[in-house]
């Protein structure tokens, strides 16, 4: 049984959602201040958080990042009535690993928690394959990526983002694909998640050393892994450039 802990001090969609999460079989808890949550998460852990960011009594960008800490391998899906397009970001660097815009149908979330507690639960089930791109070793049975030996600290979304992408080195994977493949393949939400992670993702492999690839972007259509062992040094400060359409 999945457990989940909702931070939200509005009283009518906590009460909600603990009831109707409740009744699809997860264990739910709910917590009305930021203090309470982190509290409980670091008593009982969670598979997945549902974050509200603002809270009362602390700023909901630092619980995430607290979240983060105390739960690496959650889920972390914020909740905002912002509708301004920083915010969500700041919300997605913060950690999380999606987000959904009050109001929203009871309905959406569920499927959203489905798609992500799927995900989560597939990751888990070790592969034993692995992929070198350049100095880049991509481990799938330890789920961790390496340059030199020494780890990237990825997320799990951007293991998996870059785990995908390396699957096929120097081809350009669609949007929708990535969106399939690395959340889920009834995934409907928005693809700012998949923006922001990619961006996490580059400046990761571009502090990682040397010798290690880039992601480029084909503007309207999705990302590639490219290598170019000419490179060298520093290669991973060109991942922001364009292919050319």
Known sequence: ????????????IGST?????????YDVRWEP?????????????????????GLPDLDGFVVCRELRTLLPEAVIVVLTARQESMDVVSGLESGADDYLTKPFRIVELQARLRAHLRRAHTAESPAS?????????????????TVGGVEIPLRAREFDLLQRLGLEP???VGRETLMAEVWDANWFGSTKTLDVHITSLRRKLAAAGEDVPVIRTLRGHGY????????????????NDDLPV
């Open 224 to 239: 590639s892994l490219e290598y170019s062992p000419a490179a060298g040094s520093g290669a991973g400060g060109r991942g």
């Open 1 to 12: 049984m999945s457990r989940i802990i909702i931070i939200e001090d509005d009283s009518t």
């Open 33 to 53: 201040t930021g203090a309470e949550g982190l509290a409980l998460a670091k008593e009982t852990g969670a598979d997945l958080v549902l974050l509200d960011l």
């Open 129 to 145: 394959a692995s992929l070198t791109v350049g100095s880049l070793l991509v481990d799938s049975g330890s789920r961790r990526a």
């Open 17 to 25: 959602l603990l009831s109707a999460l409740g009744a699809n079989g």
């Open 170 to 172: 120097g081809r350009v």
